[in-house]
């Protein structure tokens, strides 16, 4: 049997670079900067070769360059969003209304991530049905580490509703959205995350999330 | 503002190849050998720096190394998939049953994965509510490129019931387990993912999944 590639201690190192520098990128971040088609196969490369469930490969991709349908998608972010702001409260309320929390228009390239159920059962999906979504999150995920790593930023606006977004984008009934990006290159990447540096959540302590053996 | 950390080609280069050789590994390939703590912390470490919907960090994360504890899952995998034999029929039936789908009792640490829902409203979580399990998931992919990036294999188990998973682990009511997760030290990883040399499913074409504008 084979062996494999054997990653050196240096490999992870830059793995955890990667990891420890990704950021959730918005619009006041994006330049204009065309995102050239041999970038954006490097992304989607690394999401087809993401895990998932029976090897499945469960995901469909809306490349977006169009002005017309990012400013539909804009639009219903807005709605979303304006519904969202009363959620919060005071002093969380006066930060959230500041805040900058997608970059739709302003990022050269959106991609919308869409789960295809399959007719047929799956391996491995029998019992966890939610495993076929999740493993588009891995393709996610995927592309999220490969942009940074190609200095390229992204963010994830979840402010929307699927089914408007799915009208949009002429996506089949049985098409779940799972995600919609926005892509660019950027002036720049924040030293922490703006929701941590900005003191809306603190990072938890790594120790307070772990347990041995149970609860 | 600070610029950020730039990486270089070959950076990219080596994240991609993490990627490319990263399989979904299963008891017959486990060592016996400890996965020292150190180790574990690298991975636990790569989790906690995933992207989270609003910085919210809804992981919580049970290491598993007590043998009776696998066992009970390891009984609760083996009723789940005898019931998911049933599913498929003739050449593909036969295929499955030959198949190891898992390396519970095997692999020498096991890692619950759950989601932990915040009781107060989540920033991004307003419209799309399952962004808070998206987020646990992209701490899963940054788990298993970090243990390939390490040499260490890994499995997700998805052929298990939730609820008595939970119960094994004594899991808070509200806590939703996202993922089951066997690791350890490997005799190997194979060049391609089993799935695929056995020809249980083929690898779509890339371009095929992709779409410009819209559907």
Known sequence: MENGRTFTAHDAAVLEEIIFHRRDV???????????????????????????????QPWEFV???DAAI???VREVFDEENSRAKDLFKNKKRELYTSLKLEGITEAPVNLAIFYKP???????????????RYSVVCA????????????????????????????ILNAPQQNQLIAYLCIGWVDGFLSQPELEALQWERRKEMRSVVYYDRF
Do not use: C, Y
Not at 31 to 51: M, R
Not at 149 to 160: D, E, K, P, R, T
């Open 70 to 72: 990012k400013q539909q």
């Open 140 to 167: 996610i995920q995927n592309i999220w580490l490969m942009a940074r790593a190609l200095n390229i930023g992204m963010g994830w606006v979840s402010i929307l509703a699927p089914e408007k977004i799915k009208a």
């Open 63 to 65: 490349v977006i360059r």
């Open 118 to 132: 399959s007719d047929e059962p799956v391996l491995g999906q029998t019992s966890m049905k939610e495993a076929g």
């Open 26 to 56: 918005r619009g006041n971040r994006f330049l204009q900067t065309a995102v050239e088609d041999d970038i954006l196969d490097k992304l989607l490369l690394a999401a087809v070769h993401a895990p998932s469930v029976g090897f499945s």
